[in-house]
């Protein structure tokens, strides 16, 4: 079992930083492969970003390529979410996951355990 715990979330405004993090408790750390994913009301939870075990690999979705950075600390047992330029479309609540796969890509399917997550609004 792997528990997840996201912060960092909070009300800016366009063009603003957020920076998200996801501390993780429970099994190694380093062996999981890790994802964000958000939810936007009346919509499907959306693939974010994900970093393998090393983070040697991450993987965006087109919509924050350029804008947003995925990160880890294996000694720290953290993941970070680095959101900069933040638009209205970006808000919702974001969830971090853990997946037991090397590479999860971009699938909801290939995590296996998710956080409650944190709420991000971006006002225009």
């Known amino acids: 079992q792997v528990q997840l715990v996201e912060s960092g979330g909070g009300l800016v405004q366009a063009g603003d930083s957020l920076r998200l993090s996801c501390a993780t408790s429970?099994?190694?750390?380093?062996?999981?492969?890790m994802g964000w994913f958000r939810q936007a009301p009346g919509k499907e939870r959306e693939f974010v970003a994900a970093?393998?075990?090393?983070?040697?690999?991450?993987y965006y979705a087109n919509s924050v390529k350029g804008r947003f950075t995925i990160s880890r600390d294996n000694a720290k047992n953290t993941l970070y979410l680095q959101m900069n330029s933040l638009k209205p479309e970006d808000t919702a609540v974001y969830y971090c996951?853990?997946?037991?796969?090397?590479?999860?890509?971009?699938?909801?399917?290939?995590?296996?355990?998710w956080g409650q997550g944190t709420q991000v609004t971006v006002s225009s």
């Open positions: 996951a853990a997946s037991r796969f090397s590479e999860p890509y971009s699938s909801r399917g290939n995590y296996h355990y």
């Open positions: 970093i393998n075990r090393i983070a040697s690999n991450t």
């Open positions: 429970g099994r190694p750390f380093s062996g999981f492969s």
